[in-house]
Structures are given as structure tokens and as C-alpha cells.
């Protein structure tokens, strides 16, 4: 069958089941926005406001659904504003294809109208990067494209193609696009693996051994879909398990061996105890430097085992004693007929002595406080209590992003979403919009913005009227950027330099989008209004406005060892 190159790249994302493309078009794409025209009851396309914004939504439905998100943007600065996205992506593991279009292949180089060389810029933050100049290349190299992002490590990849690519003609062969090919990529850690039998059995006999083990989940565990067969090792060993912050809701928080989050802003119990452990299980997780603290005090007292899917993470910033490059379901898998049941009563118990002591100095007064103004806190616990730890929290970067890690209970997968590695300041709105548009009336998506985070991306509030779908913003407004703002308090001398910020009416500006809201300044008037915002059936942002130089604890401060956390700090 002969069809252009531009109806080839639409029969090729249909043939990948794509069903959603965040874009925005332009010249050197409309060829490929033509043939879109046409294919419209097949792939809906979400017309964003912003590039950056196309990168962020698909992040949020990759996120939300563990399929592989897909972008589409015009050449030159349509192109370039993917950038930052794509970084995010690219450091958080998060599986996309960004399609670009360019100048036509007889113009490149020559500077031309809207030309950037989208592959040189974008190459040390994708997975795979490639330019198509010649359109019967188009359905092998998307099948390429897909497989490679979703594939081992999961992570962005980019595909430039040229306008005349778009335009020329090929005979297009489905089975091109909907065949297995040689692009999967073979796991050199596969269950009959000698080495790799001989360390899960290694990996297990230090676990049955150990007297103080702690489990850490990261991310990866959601990725290879591991969460069941992680509560069965730590139910069947009494192992606790804490969380890195993108492995949020990766183990449910009312479970009696969830022990918190770890981190700069973690829990005290898990910080401390992590640092005593005689074994460590660390899961898709890569030892991030807001995990480890100074890593020159770090598990000292520990054997570690890492299982990693990402061989070039193994021994990267940590050392370890045992390694299982592998996806984390099947090591797990695997590892499970060799672990004995125990109980670890002794070492439990110092989890709930260290949380108690949390408790009473920090966790009470944030979720409870008897005077003075709204605490985020109170807010994230009280919304928590409301939707049974059941929805998806999409939280901004700053301090109500710590408040909503720390306060909201995770009961179900997949229910954080969060800019993590790159921490991305504008992240939220669009990504929940993503995570909406790929989860539908299933689970509640409910984004937590600071003010200073909302004014990033605050126009992609016209996608959701568009869109005619439903996501929940409450926006934290302390009238500061908070988290730099605490740093500023903390460490230099309260000289709050360019901190203190001024927003529009968010209310005035909702309403110009169509999207119904309110504002609570007065406690007594927070759970009415969250009752309201949860009914509404339609988009709703709810503006609260919290204490103003509120501070996050307990804190890691900066060059400090995970076991010196800090749970308040002397003014």
C-alpha cells in the first residue's frame, strides 16, 4: 500500500495501540497534523498550550498507565521547548516518544526558518535519539522507538523526521510496524541465568541472616509491576519497608511493615534505622544524593543488595555486596522460595520508638495544630482522610511537594506522580492533565500546587475546559517560594532574596478558564471546601491559603549524613 510518510507515522503509533498524543502543531509537523485529520476517531490528539506542557501531560499518563507516553511538536522552538520535559523523563525513567518534525532535508544545516538540531541537544537526555530523511524509514524506526523507551530502564526517546519525509510516499508493509522484531532488547539476567541463581540464593541466605534488614523500593518496583510479590518477601521475613520518593505508593501506607518515606525531607525512623540496618534490599532505586545524604557516612553497618534493571546504576554511588541486574518482578520472583519467615520483633520496634518521638514533636502540631493559620499539612492529611489514600496525587516541586509525600497515606499503585530527579518547577498541572486523560473515570487525579510552581504552566488550565475532563488543583499559596524561602531561613541568615511572590487571582483566572473554585483563608472553612471540590464532577481549583513561613521537617540538611536528620531547627 502506497500512503506518505506523514499517514505512515499515524499507521504506525495506531499500530502501537496509541490512543493519545500531547502536541502542538506547527509548519515542519503538518504534514503529520494532515493525516492526523483523518485518523481522529483513532488517536485523540490533546492540544496543549505549551510544549513543555506536551512533555509534562505524557509524563503523567506514562506514569499513571505504564504505557509509553507520546509527544509530537514542530521544528525549531516547538522543538526545543521539549527540552526540560524530556529531561525530567529522561532522569525519572519515564517511557516516551516525542516526535519532531524539521526543515526539509535539502535545508539542514543551512540555518534555516525554525531549524535546531533537536538530536544534538537532546542527546544526553534520551535513551535514543534519530533524524528520518527518508520516509520508507518511518514504520521500522517507530517500532524502534517504542520498543527502546519501554524496554529495560524505561526512558525517553526522540524521532526528528524532515518535511519531505512527511511528504514523499513509501508502500507501507504492516507488518513492519505490528511484528516482533530485533530491536527488543534481551535481558542478559533471565531466571536460568547460573549467576543469576547463584545471587538471588546468595542475596536470600544474607537476608535470612540478618538481624536488622530493611527493604528500600523504588520506582522500579511499579515499573515492572513487583508491588504484590514485594509484600510477600517483607510479610513472609517481617522485613520493614520504606520508600524512595518516586517509589511512593509502591507498598500500601496503612500496612503495618511500611515504615516512610526516606530522603532530605523522610521520615525519622527511616533515615535513622536505615543507617543500622545489617542488610539492605535496595529495588529500583538509584541511590539519589537526596536519598543517601553524605555518602561518606552512608550504610556503613550494611551489606547492600541492589536489584537494578540498569546495570550502569550498580556500584554508580554506592557499593554493593550483591547485584541482580534485573527487572525487579522477576528477581523477586525468583528470590521468594529462598527466604524463610522470622519476625525481627526487637528491630520493629525501634521503627515505632522513633516515630512516636516524630510524632510528638513534628507530625501533631502539622496535622492537628490548635491555632495560627492552615498548615499544608492539615490540608494533605485531611484530603488524604477523605479519599481513602485511593487517588492520584500529582504534587509540583517545592515544599507542599514534601508536605504531600510525607501526609498523604498511598493505599493504591501508582498514586504518586512527582518530578523527582530533576525536581521541575510547572510539572503538576500538565502532568496531571496526562494522568486524567490516560486513567478516565477510575481514580480521582488531584494536583497539589504551591503558587509559585502554578504560575509556570498555568495556561494548560484551557486544556482542561477543552478536554471537558475532571482534575481537582489545590493550590498551597503561601505567598513565597517556600522551599528556597526555608533554605534562605535556615542556612542564610533569613536574607529572603527574591523569594517573596505575588500571584494573580487564581479564582478570577479560574473562572476566565470555566473551571469552578473557591478560597479558604479560615480553618474552620477547609473540610467543607474540600467536600465541595471532591463532588464537583467537573475540573475544580480550590486555593488555600496557608502559613506563610511554614517550614518542612524533619530535614537532612545539605553535605549531612542521613543518621544526623533534623526535627526542628533552633531559630
Given at each position: 500500500?502506497?500512503?506518505?510518510?506523514?499517514?505512515?507515522?499515524?499507521?504506525?503509533?495506531i499500530a502501537e495501540d496509541c490512543k493519545f498524543i500531547f502536541g502542538y502543531p506547527g509548519g515542519a509537523i503538518m504534514p503529520t497534523y494532515d493525516a492526523l485529520f483523518d485518523k481522529k476517531r483513532d488517536i485523540h490528539?490533546?492540544?496543549?498550550?505549551?510544549?513543555?506542557?506536551?512533555?509534562?501531560?505524557?509524563?503523567?499518563?506514562?506514569?499513571?498507565?505504564?504505557?509509553?507516553?507520546?509527544?509530537?511538536?514542530?521544528?525549531?522552538?516547538?522543538?526545543?521547548?521539549?527540552?526540560?520535559?524530556?529531561?525530567?523523563?529522561?532522569?525519572?525513567?519515564?517511557?516516551?516518544?516525542?516526535?519532531?518534525?524539521?526543515?526539509?532535508?535539502?535545508?539542514?544545516?543551512?540555518?534555516?526558518?525554525?531549524?535546531?538540531?533537536?538530536?544534538?541537544?537532546?542527546?544526553?537526555?534520551?535513551?535514543?535519539?534519530?533524524?528520518?530523511?527518508?520516509?520508507?524509514?518511518?514504520?521500522?524506526?517507530?517500532?524502534?522507538?517504542?520498543?527502546?523507551?519501554?524496554?529495560?530502564?524505561?526512558?525517553?526517546?526522540?524521532?526528528?523526521?524532515?518535511?519531505?519525509?512527511?511528504?514523499?510516499?513509501?508502500?507501507?508493509?504492516?507488518?513492519?510496524?505490528?511484528?516482533?522484531?530485533?530491536?527488543?532488547?534481551?535481558?542478559?539476567?533471565?531466571?536460568?541465568?547460573?549467576?543469576?541463581?547463584?545471587?538471588?540464593?546468595?542475596?536470600?541466605?544474607?537476608?535470612?541472616?540478618?538481624?536488622?534488614?530493611?527493604?528500600?523500593?523504588?520506582?522500579?518496583?511499579?515499573?515492572?509491576?513487583?508491588?504484590?510479590?514485594?509484600?510477600?518477601?517483607?510479610?513472609?521475613a517481617n522485613i520493614p519497608v520504606v520508600n524512595t520518593l518516586l517509589g511512593l505508593s509502591s507498598f500500601p501506607n496503612p500496612h503495618p511493615l511500611y515504615k516512610g518515606m526516606l530522603g532530605m525531607h523522610g521520615n525519622?525512623?527511616?533515615?535513622?534505622?536505615?543507617?543500622?540496618?545489617?542488610?539492605?534490599?535496595?529495588?529500583?532505586?538509584?541511590?539519589?544524593?537526596?536519598?543517601?545524604?553524605?555518602?561518606?557516612?552512608?550504610?556503613?553497618?550494611?551489606?547492600?543488595?541492589?536489584?537494578?534493571?540498569?546495570?550502569?546504576?550498580?556500584?554508580?554511588?554506592?557499593?554493593?555486596?550483591?547485584?541482580?541486574?534485573?527487572?525487579?518482578?522477576?528477581?523477586?520472583?525468583?528470590?521468594?522460595?529462598?527466604?524463610?519467615?522470622?519476625?525481627?520483633?526487637?528491630?520493629?520496634?525501634?521503627f515505632d520508638i522513633l516515630h512516636k518521638k516524630e510524632e510528638e514533636i513534628v507530625i501533631n502540631d502539622e496535622i492537628y495544630p490548635k491555632k495560627g493559620k492552615i498548615r499544608m499539612a492539615e490540608v494533605v492529611f485531611?484530603?488524604?482522610?477523605?479519599?481513602?489514600?485511593?487517588?492520584?496525587?500529582?504534587?509540583?516541586?517545592?515544599?507542599?511537594?514534601?508536605?504531600?509525600?510525607?501526609?498523604?497515606?498511598?493505599?493504591?499503585?501508582?498514586?504518586?506522580?512527582?518530578?523527582?530527579?530533576?525536581?521541575?518547577?510547572?510539572?503538576?498541572?500538565?502532568?496531571?492533565?496526562?494522568?486524567?486523560?490516560?486513567?478516565?473515570?477510575?481514580?480521582?487525579?488531584?494536583?497539589?500546587?504551591?503558587?509559585?510552581?502554578?504560575?509556570?504552566?498555568?495556561?494548560?488550565?484551557?486544556?482542561?475546559?477543552?478536554?471537558?475532563?475532571?482534575?481537582?488543583?489545590?493550590?498551597?499559596?503561601?505567598?513565597?517560594?517556600?522551599?528556597?524561602?526555608?533554605?534562605?531561613?535556615?542556612?542564610?541568615?533569613?536574607?529572603?532574596?527574591?523569594?517573596?511572590?505575588?500571584?494573580?487571582?487564581?479564582?478570577?483566572?479560574?473562572?476566565?478558564?470555566?473551571?469552578?473554585?473557591?478560597?479558604?483563608?479560615?480553618?474552620?472553612?477547609?473540610?467543607?471546601?474540600?467536600?465541595?471540590?471532591?463532588?464537583?464532577?467537573?475540573?475544580?481549583?480550590?486555593?488555600?491559603?496557608?502559613?506563610?513561613?511554614?517550614?518542612?521537617?524533619?530535614?537532612?540538611?545539605?553535605?549531612?549524613?542521613?543518621?544526623?536528620?533534623?526535627?526542628?531547627?533552633?531559630?
Amino acid at each position: 500500500m502506497k500512503i506518505t510518510g506523514a499517514q505512515a507515522i499515524i499507521k504506525s503509533l495506531i499500530a502501537e495501540d496509541c490512543k493519545f498524543i500531547f502536541g502542538y502543531p506547527g509548519g515542519a509537523i503538518m504534514p503529520t497534523y494532515d493525516a492526523l485529520f483523518d485518523k481522529k476517531r483513532d488517536i485523540h490528539h490533546i492540544l496543549v498550550r505549551h510544549e513543555q506542557g506536551a512533555v509534562h501531560s505524557a509524563v503523567g499518563f506514562a506514569r499513571a498507565t505504564n504505557k509509553v507516553g507520546v509527544v509530537i511538536a514542530t521544528s525549531g522552538p516547538g522543538a526545543t521547548n521539549l527540552v526540560t520535559g524530556i529531561a525530567d523523563a529522561f532522569i525519572d525513567s519515564v517511557p516516551l516518544v516525542c516526535i519532531t518534525g524539521q526543515v526539509a532535508s535539502h535545508l539542514l544545516g543551512s540555518d534555516a526558518f525554525q531549524e535546531a538540531d533537536i538530536l544534538s541537544i537532546t542527546m544526553p537526555i534520551t535513551k535514543w535519539s534519530c533524524q528520518i530523511i527518508h520516509a520508507h524509514e518511518i514504520p521500522s524506526i517507530i517500532r524502534k522507538a517504542f520498543t527502546i523507551a519501554s524496554e529495560g530502564r524505561k526512558g525517553p526517546v526522540l524521532i526528528d523526521i524532515t518535511k519531505d519525509a512527511q511528504i514523499n510516499s513509501l508502500i507501507y508493509d504492516d507488518q513492519v510496524s505490528s511484528g516482533l522484531n530485533e530491536y527488543i532488547v534481551k535481558n542478559s539476567t533471565l531466571s536460568k541465568d547460573l549467576r543469576f541463581i547463584e545471587e538471588i540464593k546468595e542475596s536470600a541466605k544474607l537476608i535470612n541472616n540478618a538481624r536488622r534488614p530493611i527493604i528500600i523500593a523504588g520506582q522500579g518496583v511499579m515499573a515492572a509491576k513487583a508491588e504484590e510479590i514485594l509484600k510477600k518477601i517483607a510479610q513472609k521475613a517481617n522485613i520493614p519497608v520504606v520508600n524512595t520518593l518516586l517509589g511512593l505508593s509502591s507498598f500500601p501506607n496503612p500496612h503495618p511493615l511500611y515504615k516512610g518515606m526516606l530522603g532530605m525531607h523522610g521520615n525519622y525512623s527511616s533515615n535513622l534505622l536505615c543507617n543500622k540496618s545489617d542488610v539492605v534490599l535496595a529495588i529500583g532505586m538509584r541511590f539519589d544524593d537526596r536519598v543517601t545524604g553524605n555518602l561518606s557516612k552512608y550504610l556503613k553497618e550494611s551489606k547492600i543488595i541492589h536489584i537494578e534493571i540498569d546495570i550502569s546504576e550498580i556500584n554508580k554511588n554506592v557499593k554493593v555486596d550483591y547485584f541482580i541486574n534485573s527487572d525487579a518482578k522477576k528477581a523477586l520472583e525468583a528470590m521468594f522460595p529462598y527466604i524463610e519467615s522470622n519476625k525481627h520483633e526487637k528491630w520493629l520496634s525501634q521503627f515505632d520508638i522513633l516515630h512516636k518521638k516524630e510524632e510528638e514533636i513534628v507530625i501533631n502540631d502539622e496535622i492537628y495544630p490548635k491555632k495560627g493559620k492552615i498548615r499544608m499539612a492539615e490540608v494533605v492529611f485531611m484530603l488524604s482522610n477523605k479519599t481513602k489514600g485511593k487517588a492520584i496525587i500529582v504534587s509540583d516541586v517545592g515544599q507542599h511537594q514534601m508536605i504531600a509525600a510525607r501526609y498523604y497515606k498511598f493505599h493504591r499503585s501508582n498514586g504518586h506522580i512527582s518530578s523527582g530527579g530533576l525536581g521541575t518547577m510547572g510539572f503538576a498541572l500538565p502532568a496531571a492533565i496526562g494522568a486524567k486523560i490516560g486513567v478516565g473515570n477510575k481514580r480521582e487525579v488531584i494536583s497539589i500546587i504551591g503558587d509559585g510552581s502554578f504560575q509556570m504552566n498555568l495556561q494548560e488550565l484551557a486544556v482542561l475546559n477543552q478536554e471537558q475532563i475532571s482534575v481537582k488543583i489545590i493550590i498551597l499559596n503561601n505567598n513565597y517560594l517556600g522551599m528556597v524561602r526555608q533554605w534562605q531561613q535556615m542556612f542564610y541568615e533569613k536574607r529572603y532574596s527574591s523569594t517573596e511572590i505575588s500571584s494573580p487571582d487564581f479564582i478570577k483566572l479560574a473562572e476566565a478558564y470555566g473551571i469552578k473554585s473557591d478560597r479558604v483563608s479560615n480553618r474552620e472553612h477547609v473540610s467543607t471546601a474540600l467536600d465541595k471540590m471532591l463532588n464537583c464532577s467537573s475540573s475544580y481549583l480550590l486555593e488555600i491559603m496557608v502559613e506563610k513561613q511554614d517550614n518542612v521537617f524533619p530535614m537532612v540538611p545539605q553535605g549531612a549524613s542521613i543518621s544526623e536528620t533534623l526535627l526542628y531547627h533552633e531559630a
